[in-house]
């Protein structure tokens, strides 16, 4: 069975340039998390969507990220104006809505020059 | 706030030998999880172990198993007959018991451990 993929696997970008990380979770699970992964920092919690209630953006670090998930599957994670403070591996997870355990993508590394 | 420390940001071991990696969480919660994961060169994050606050017994999964100290909020991996295999960094996590369906189990982690393991 596929498990969550994420896409790219790669991007390089150019500082204030904007950016789209995109994450499809595992059919039929309705939680889905964003977590950033930077050196020296290990992983942090950006934002949480389940089913159709309001995401829980907590976690983002400013207001040039932002986060959808169209119809309960596929999310876009976006970051606008890149910072190079932004390079860092972004992770996706997805579980079902009773579980604790997280299934995670390859995660994006993004490189902002 | 929770937080989760691991004091050992580099361990290696012999092929076949036992290793344990040292996890310490902060918390006022009663109820909550404490996960292992092992995250390879591939950076695919992968579930290891996991364990329930509330259980006393210490949760094993074939060569791996934990040494959960609920009082001194401590959760220590054993990896015994290491594998060349199990060469990762592992990050342990906290999750607070959520009260609901739709709540949010987000994980707090620690800075993690590379482990080399070594033929």
């Known amino acids: 069975g596929a498990g969550v993929s994420q896409s790219p696997s790669n991007k390089v970008t150019e500082k204030g340039k904007d950016v789209e990380l995109r994450c499809d979770p595992i059919s039929g699970h309705t939680a889905l998390y964003w977590y950033r992964q930077s050196l020296g920092q290990g992983l942090e919690f950006l934002i949480y969507f389940q089913g159709n209630s309001a995401p829980d953006k907590s976690g983002l670090p400013s207001d040039r990220f932002s986060a959808e998930r169209t119809g309960g599957s596929v999310s876009t994670l976006t970051i606008q104006r890149t910072q190079q403070e932004d390079s860092a591996v972004y992770l996706c997870?997805?579980?079902?809505?009773?579980?604790?355990?997280?299934?995670f993508g390859p995660g994006t590394r993004l490189t902002v020059l | 706030a929770q937080t989760v420390t691991q004091s050992q940001p580099e361990m290696s071991v012999q092929e076949a030998e036992t290793v344990t990696l040292s996890c310490t969480y902060d918390t006022s919660e009663n109820n909550y999880y404490l996960f292992w994961y092992k995250q390879p060169p591939s950076r695919q994050m992968i579930l290891v172990i996991r364990?329930?606050?509330?259980k006393q017994q210490n949760a094993t999964e074939n060569r791996f198993s934990v040494n959960f100290q609920k009082a001194a909020k401590s959760f220590s991996l054993k990896i015994s007959d290491s594998q060349l295999g199990d060469t990762a960094m592992y990050f342990c996590?906290?999750?607070?018991?959520?009260?609901?369906?739709?709540?949010?189990?987000?994980?707090?982690w620690g800075l993690g451990t590379s482990l080399a393991v070594n033929p």
């Open positions: 996590a906290f999750m607070k018991s959520p009260l609901g369906a739709g709540n949010n189990r987000k994980l707090i």
């Open positions: 364990q329930e606050a509330y």
């Open positions: 997870a997805s579980s079902l809505a009773r579980s604790n355990e997280q299934f």
